[in-house]
């Protein structure tokens, strides 16, 4: 498992790989977001988007990692902001925050300086020290949901694939921004955002957008590494959620390794679910069919509520 420093070096050299130009023109829209060599129109990027947003979300995927420098960086800076703009349009209030919560200061917490300011100004007055039991702190309350996105990076990664990866990020880190953990794995494991870290989601998904395909699909392995990382978390409910599409070509048995998870919700894609259904029913998990990336927030919502 690579995490931290080891974690950003991996993904600096899988983001080394790069989309010619020729390869982007297959995208009807491309010619006007970027009708010359170093340009990227904005809004007719913005036009593409709320016309056809599967497609366009897939060749932002293959902008930020464009052959052409000046188009790339000019993706990139774009990248992470439509990406969570896409979840915040689409997805329902966010759930999982820990509350803010007050009470007396003598039972923990932070002082709250605006609600004890009478109490203090009032001791200060008599010449004594306030009392803590007359004094109010603030605290968070436990937070109810803790999320660990595990994203299959095996063999081909490009395109629709990596696009869906980012808004799953993004999605996840909506509904729990604290404690959401995003790992992309393969035969190995990157942790892109460790349980708890509260990694800003724009960060997370241009992160995202710097993978490309590797190696096998060990699953057992990304189902042990997801224990890991929610064990980390004092929240009432825990769940992994998979992209992927459940075809383990590694590893041990991952109906094993799953026993370890509270819960299981795997994200399929639509037209290749087979696999990640019985993988679901076979742990008592559940398994939700994905038709594009702008299809995640809403597939997200439904199988957390469920």
């Known amino acids: 498992m690579l995490e931290g420093e080891e974690a950003e070096q991996a993904l600096a050299e899988a983001g080394r790989q790069s989309t010619s130009r020729r390869q982007m023109e297959q ?28 497609e366009t979300l897939t060749l932002l995927a293959e902008l930020v990692g464009a052959t052409d420098e000046k188009l790339r960086e000019l993706a990139r800076s774009l990248a992470g902001r439509v990406v969570v703009d ?68 095996s063999g081909s990664m490009g395109g629709e694939r990596l696009a869906t990866a980012a808004v799953a990020a993004a999605a996840s880190l909506w509904r729990a ?47 042990r590494t997801a224990a890991a990382q929610l064990a980390r978390s004092s929240a009432t409910r825990k769940i992994t959620l998979l992209l992927s599409d459940g075809r383990a070509t590694a590893g041990d048995d991952p109906t094993i390794a799953a026993t370890s998870l509270d819960e299981l919700i ?27 990336p702008a299809h995640i927030p809403e597939a997200l919502a439904d199988a957390l509520q469920s």
């Open 27 to 54: 995208h009807e829209s491309f010619p006007e977001i970027s009708p010359e060599v170093g340009i990227l129109d904005e809004e007719a990027f913005a036009d593409a988007l709320r016309d056809d947003p599967d």
């Open 86 to 153: 896409v979840v915040r349009t689409g997805a329902p209030r966010r759930r999982g925050i820990g509350r803010l919560r007050h009470r007396r200061a003598d039972h923990g917490g932070e002082l709250d300086v605006d609600r004890s300011l009478e109490t203090i100004a009032a001791s200060r007055a008599r010449g004594d020290a306030p009392s803590l039991e007359d004094l109010t702190a603030r605290d968070w309350s436990k937070p109810n949901l803790a999320l660990c996105l595990l994203i299959d990076r």
């Open 177 to 223: 921004p604290i404690d959401t953990s995003v790992i992309a794995f393969s035969d190995d494991a990157i942790v892109i955002a460790s349980q708890g870290s509260g990694r800003d989601a724009e960060d997370v998904v241009n992160q995202i957008f710097r993978l490309r395909g590797h190696g096998t699909t060990d699953l057992a392995f990304a189902f």
């Open 266 to 292: 795997v994200l399929a894609p639509a037209d290749d679910a087979d696999n990640a259904q019985a993988l679901a029913d076979s742990v008592g998990g559940r398994c939700v069919m994905v038709s594009g």
